[in-house]
């Protein structure tokens, strides 16, 4: 078995390093019912306007300037753009990316330096007996970043948190 050995020459180490990311998505789906719901509006309008227009004994020109017509095309293109907004949004806010000199929540980006705290708080569910499970980073300015247990793996980003504050630490 032949065994190779990749060498990578880096000028500026700090560089490489602050490329070097760790990223933790959110294991919420984000197909929630606000997309489902535009998404079937879009496609029943569609469904409706092409009928329209396939039925209609009017000339072309004539369907496409009719109010019906006109109603049904500005329901398709905003309800299909709403659900593609959704889709997109709510598939790139929900990562956790954690760099060499920072990290970056849905609630915004905090260097390490300004880190003041990262543990978990446990906040009690009225009417439930247990409770739900919070991995909060505050910041010395106030600023608190709490990420949900239940939508992240926020043991896997607690220790990377923390291996990276100790690091800074030394």
Not at 138 to 156: F, L, M, S
Request: negative net charge.
């Amino acid at each position: 078995m032949t065994q190779c050995t990749i060498v990578l020459y880096v000028e500026n180490y700090r560089d490489f390093m602050d490329k070097y990311t760790y990223t933790f998505a959110s294991t919420e789906n984000s197909w929630d019912y606000t997309v489902l719901l535009f998404t079937a509006l879009a496609v029943l309008s569609m469904v409706i306007l092409i009928a329209y227009y396939l039925k209609s004994e009017k000339s072309f020109v004539e369907r496409i300037k009719s109010p019906f017509g006109l109603l049904f095309l500005t329901m398709v293109i905003a309800t299909a753009s709403s659900a593609f907004y959704t889709i997109k949004n709510s598939t790139e806010a929900d990562k956790v990316i954690i760099t060499d000199t920072s990290i970056t929540t849905p609630f915004g980006s905090c260097k390490f330096t300004n880190i003041k705290d990262a543990s978990y708080v446990n906040v009690p569910v009225e009417g439930k007996t247990d409770s739900t499970q919070f991995l909060l980073i505050e910041e010395y300015t106030g600023k608190a970043h709490p990420i949900y247990g239940g939508h992240y793996d926020i043991d896997a980003i607690l220790s990377e948190l923390k291996k990276h504050l100790a690091e800074k630490i030394q």
